[in-house]
């Protein structure tokens, strides 16, 4: 069976130690709830106590919202450079300006409700609210319709594909069912306890120093892509410091973190209990990209010479030699990047819980 694809989220973790791949214990490490040889402990992306569970409010609801509960109708393979299907079965461009998307067969929500095309029309729907962070692919979409249970049709006003796809990818889908009915003001205000998606996991508890996820056995991918789930529960550390997480993987007390760690190179020669995603830098993926956005209306921004002087007079390998320790790697104009080479590290015994792709949130610093 193949492994659990995790969400960007989650994907980017790298570095794991030996304590989750013990075989028959059941002590905790300390919390004295969940079987240690069925639960997943990471850290390094939640810095403060989970509050919401809603997928419209970007970067504050809880880790794993979107990938582990909430799903997309594309992935986007970064190595492949290709689109994954995902809720979506198939898709066509009939025209220019018109993409028909077939949903897959079986899908349901974690509350039993079937997963039907109104469940994307209603999505889209929703970045006419206030408030819903993609307003903006209403720019350029004229229509969305359900053509049946299974088929979406999105009419564009003009043809945007690498912009619509990218909303594809990035964007998860909500059931009608709920959202439809909500009130503008909710919907990319209300913190959605015990949030109904169609994903893996399902919310299960979560204090302030913790987000809990308990597996959906009940997932479609179990038999349309043959894919298992070897960790019942997946516990999401907030982190304290980058101190405390260092202890925490040298203690065994988290499974998977991607944590900004310098000296973790003397670490990994030190503890063969603990590897990294790659042989040797930048160790871990990247989960995210920094750049600068230029005003081009004022001066001197809106002069191409100035922009290219700008980019030039930023030294980027001493940025990411000095005070990013070479635990980033350099970006590029395109935001994509070569990357290292090729190398994958887990802890034996533990390859179901580890992401058999590369996150599609790319470089560090660029």
């Known amino acids: 069976m193949r492994m659990l694809r995790l969400p960007a989220a989650l994907a980017a973790l790298a570095l794991a130690v030996s304590a989750c791949s013990g075989g028959g214990g059941n002590s905790d490490g300390g919390s004295g709830q969940y079987p240690r040889n069925e639960t997943l402990y990471t850290t390094g992306t939640a810095w403060e106590a989970p509050t919401?569970?809603?997928?419209?409010?970007?970067?504050?609801?809880?880790?794993?919202?979107?990938?582990?509960?909430?799903?997309?109708?594309?992935?986007?393979?970064?190595?492949?450079?290709?689109?994954?299907?995902?809720?979506?079965?198939?898709?066509?461009?009939?025209?220019?300006?018109?993409?028909?998307?077939?949903?897959?067969?079986?899908?349901?929500?974690?509350?039993?409700e079937p997963f039907v095309a109104q469940d994307v029309v209603t999505t889209l729907e929703l970045g006419q609210v206030?408030?819903?962070?993609?307003?903006?692919?209403?720019?350029?979409?004229?229509?969305?319709?359900?053509?049946?249970?299974?088929?979406?049709?999105?009419?564009?006003?003009?043809?945007?594909p690498q912009e619509w796809m990218n909303w594809a990818y990035s964007n998860p889908i909500v059931p009608d069912h709920i959202w439809a009915g909500m009130e503008e003001s909710q919907v990319a205000d209300s913190p959605n306890e015990n949030p109904v998606g169609t994903g893996p996991y399902v919310y299960e508890s979560h204090t302030d120093d913790r987000m809990v996820w308990e597996r959906n056995d009940e997932w479609w991918a179990i038999e349309a892509l043959d894919m298992t789930m070897d960790a019942r529960y997946i516990v999401d550390i907030v982190n304290a410091s980058?101190?405390?997480?260092?202890?925490?993987?040298?203690?065994?007390?988290?499974?998977?973190?991607?944590?900004?760690?310098?000296?973790?190179?003397?670490?990994?020669?030190?503890?063969?209990?603990?590897?990294?995603?790659?042989?040797?830098?930048?160790?871990?993926?990247?989960?995210?990209?920094?750049?600068?956005?230029?005003?081009?209306?004022?001066?001197?921004l809106n002069d191409t010479a100035f922009r290219q002087a700008l980019a030039h007079s930023i030294?980027?390998?001493?940025?990411?030699?000095?005070?990013?320790?070479?635990?980033?790697?350099?970006?590029?104009?395109?935001?994509?990047?070569?990357?290292?080479?090729?190398?994958?590290?887990?802890?034996?015994?533990?390859?179901?819980?580890?992401?058999?792709?590369?996150s599609r949130k790319r470089t560090s610093t660029g």
């Open 130 to 160: 206030p408030g819903v962070p993609y307003s903006n692919v209403w720019d350029y979409i004229e229509s969305v319709e359900a053509t049946d249970e299974r088929t979406v049709t999105v009419t564009f006003s003009e043809s945007r």
């Open 315 to 358: 030294n980027i390998t001493q940025i990411v030699e000095g005070p990013y320790a070479n635990l980033v790697q350099a970006a590029n104009p395109t935001g994509d990047d070569a990357g290292p080479v090729r190398g994958r590290h887990q802890r034996p015994g533990n390859e179901s819980y580890i992401s058999t792709t590369r």
């Open 242 to 300: 980058n101190e405390v997480t260092m202890g925490m993987l040298n203690q065994g007390e988290v499974d998977l973190s991607n944590n900004f760690l310098p000296g973790i190179d003397q670490v990994l020669n030190s503890n063969e209990t603990i590897t990294s995603f790659y042989d040797g830098p930048p160790y871990m993926k990247s989960a995210n990209t920094a750049w600068l956005i230029p005003n081009h209306t004022r001066e001197p």
């Open 52 to 112: 919401s569970w809603n997928p419209m409010m970007r970067g504050q609801f809880a880790v794993g919202t979107n990938g582990l509960v909430y799903e997309s109708l594309f992935h986007y393979d970064a190595d492949a450079g290709e689109y994954v299907h995902w809720l979506a079965e198939s898709d066509e461009w009939t025209s220019e300006t018109e993409h028909v998307i077939t949903l897959r067969e079986g899908v349901t929500w974690n509350d039993g």
